[in-house]
Structures are given as structure tokens and as C-alpha cells.
């Protein structure tokens, strides 16, 4: 079992900048894929970002490529995503999720966080 408790969401303007956290418990964080996700009110759940645990491979949605950054500290058993330049469109609650070999697929994560909100003001 794995808990996800994501924080550092908040209300910005347009242009800003946001650091989300994630802290991880329960089991060894270090091998599997740690991603965010977000929804927007009526939309599906959608991928952002991913990062793998033993290459730091990265993965970025085509939406928030040049400003998102996802980053991990394994000895924390944190991941972090930097969200620069933010757009009223990247308003959403953000999720942080776990899974062995997650990629881009919400399928592919067994473990969610409860969601941070991250609301931008034009």
C-alpha cells in the first residue's frame, strides 16, 4: 500500500509560478513511476507528467512541455512538479499517483493522492 499527500496548491496569476509536492509513504518509493495528473470541472482526468524511479526518465504532455518540471528526491520519497508561467487553462486539481511501470495512462497508476487545487487568475 502506498498513501500520496500532495500539497502546495493555491491561487496565482496568470504568469506565475507554482511548486506542487507529493510526499510518499507505505512501501519502497524508489523503483516505480511517479506521475501528476489533473481535471479541470467537466473534463477527464488528464496526464501531465510523469517521472521514473531508477533512470529519472521524464514525460511531459504536449500542454505543459517548457513549463512544467517534474522532479524526485527518492531519499525523501518526494516528487515535485514546478509549474512556471501558469495559464487559466492549467486551473485543475492536480493528483499525484504511483504505479510500477506507470507512463501516460491513468490505467497504468494504482496508488492517487487526494488532489491539490491550483487555480489561476487571469
Known amino acids: 500500500q502506498v498513501q500520496l499527500v500532495e500539497s502546495g496548491g493555491g491561487l496565482v496569476q496568470a504568469g506565475g509560478s507554482l511548486r506542487l509536492s507529493c510526499a510518499a509513504s507505505?512501501?519502497?518509493?524508489?523503483?516505480?513511476?511517479m506521475g501528476w495528473f489533473r481535471q479541470a470541472p467537466g473534463k477527464e482526468r488528464e496526464f501531465v507528467a510523469a517521472?521514473?524511479?531508477?533512470?529519472?526518465?521524464?514525460y511531459y504532455a504536449d500542454s505543459v512541455k517548457g513549463r512544467f518540471t517534474i522532479s524526485r528526491d527518492n531519499a525523501k520519497s518526494t516528487v515535485y512538479l514546478q509549474i512556471d508561467s501558469l495559464k487559466a487553462e492549467d486551473t485543475a486539481v492536480y493528483y499525484c499517483?504511483?504505479?510500477?511501470?506507470?507512463?501516460?495512462?491513468?490505467?497504468?497508476?494504482?496508488?492517487w493522492g487526494q488532489g491539490t487545487q491550483v487555480t489561476v487568475s487571469s
Open positions: 507505505g512501501r519502497s518509493f524508489g523503483r516505480g513511476t
Open positions: 517521472i521514473t524511479g531508477v533512470t529519472l526518465t521524464t
Open positions: 499517483t504511483y504505479g510500477p511501470r506507470g507512463g501516460t495512462v491513468r490505467l497504468e497508476y494504482d496508488y
